[in-house]
Antibody, heavy 121, light 112 residues
Framework: QLQLQESGPGLVKPSETLSLTCTVSGGSISTSSYYWAWIRQPPGKGLEWIGSSHYSGNTYHNPSLKSRVTISVDTSKNQLSLKLSSVTAADTAVYYC?????????????WGQGTMVTVSS | DVVMTQSPLSLPVTLGQPASISCRSSQSLVYSDGNTYLNWFQQRPGQSPRRLIYKVSNRDSGVPDRFSGSGSGTDFTLKISRVEAEDVGIYYCMQGTHWPPKFGQGTKVEIK
């Protein structure tokens, strides 16, 4: 049974870089059919797609985050990573990793439990 | 970007009664391949989102048949035929047709 588990620091200082990891278990991150995504949810607010990556290296991110986002897949560790630079309080959110089938247009069918990240000095 | 607008934002419902959530997009969600990439997600309190419906009306495995999705073009609806206590949560529509993918604001379903 496929499981996604996010991990990383719960507290990040303003202007620093947020780094998170999503470990995929029960299946391979290198399956050609799937993309792996990061989605976030500020406290009490809605969901925002951050970006998606395929093990082949194809990666897409939300233009609203400009060039602050780096997403990558580490096939040797079966992990997805997220780096978000120059964070501010507006980046405080629960960060989820999720899976979607390539060609099905971001229909996220599996989600991790999420990890809360607070940006504060 | 496409704007997804849900209504109502809050929906108090009596147990056993039906519920309906509307989702409207600022552009048609029909993709060039003929499919409409509109999904519905449920987020129970304290949990991560779970996909209920994909491509307008396709129910995910394990989703009770009291949930149904319908619509076309720019207007979509999620219906719960008889609300149960476990249906409490926030429901989001999400379009994947136009890049970037966007979620609606969410509709909070609660029991009266």
């Amino acid at each position: 049974q496929l499981q996604l588990q996010e991990s990383g620091p719960g507290l990040v200082k303003p202007s620093e870089t947020l780094s998170l990891t999503c470990t995929v278990s029960g299946g391979s991150i290198s399956t050609s059919s799937y993309y792996w995504a990061w989605i976030r949810q500020p406290p009490g607010k809605g969901l925002e797609w951050i970006g998606s990556s395929h093990y082949s290296g194809n990666t897409y991110h939300n233009p609203s985050l400009k060039s602050r986002v780096t997403i990558s897949v580490d096939t040797s560790k079966n992990q997805l990573s997220l780096k978000l630079s120059s964070v501010t309080a507006a980046d405080t959110a629960v960060y989820y990793c999720a899976r979607h089938v390539g060609g099905e247009k971001y229909a996220f069918d599996m989600w991790g439990q999420g990890t809360m990240v607070t940006v504060s000095s | 970007d496409v704007v997804m607008t849900q209504s109502p934002l809050s929906l108090p419902v009596t147990l056993g009664q039906p519920a309906s959530i509307s989702c409207r997009s600022s552009q048609s969600l029909v993709y060039s391949d003929g499919n409409t990439y509109l999904n519905w997600f449920q987020q129970r309190p304290g949990q991560s989102p779970r996909r209920l419906i994909y491509k307008v009306s396709n129910r995910d495995s394990g989703v009770p048949d009291r949930f149904s999705g319908s619509g076309s073009g720019t207007d979509f609806t999620l219906k719960i035929s008889r609300v149960e206590a476990e249906d409490v949560g926030i429901y989001y529509c999400m379009q994947g047709t136009h890049w970037p993918p966007k979620f609606g604001q969410g509709t909070k379903v609660e029991i009266k």
